[in-house]
């Protein structure tokens, strides 16, 4: 299994970014994508998720801003983020629970890593 992340880059306060995050491999079932970020000398934190079925949740420092959608035919989670801060500047990671077989437990697999960076 493997997630490829993409669309990061530099931008602008109050510019907009869109992630991308393909899940491929042997995959059975996904059962939730979403993003967490790292900011140096931060904790990880989560960005979003979204479960199959379509159900979101968001960190409180992104809500109003940021939107997850997906798209479960082609394995994949994108995050629009909108109103960008300086403190959005991080490391964004997508990740997946996920199944590989119908008699496997969920297991969390982690994408590379995107920056982003938020500056004029």
């Known amino acids: 299994v493997q997630l490829q992340a993409s669309g990061g880059g530099l931008v602008q306060p109050g510019g907009s970014l869109r992630l991308s995050c393909v899940a491929s491999g042997s995959i059975f079932r996904i059962n939730v994508m979403g993003w967490y970020r790292q900011a140096p000398g931060q904790q990880r934190e989560l960005v979003a998720r979204i479960s199959s079925g379509g159900s979101t949740d968001y960190g409180d420092s992104v809500k109003g801003r940021f939107t997850i959608s997906g798209d479960n035919a082609k394995n994949t989670v994108y995050l629009q983020m909108n109103s960008l801060k300086p403190e959005d500047t991080a490391v964004y990671y997508c990740?997946?629970?996920?199944?590989?077989?119908?008699?496997?437990?969920?297991?969390?697999?982690w994408g590379q890593g995107t920056q982003v960076t938020v500056s004029s």
């Open positions: 990740y997946a629970d996920l199944n590989i077989s119908p008699v496997r437990t969920t297991t969390r697999w």
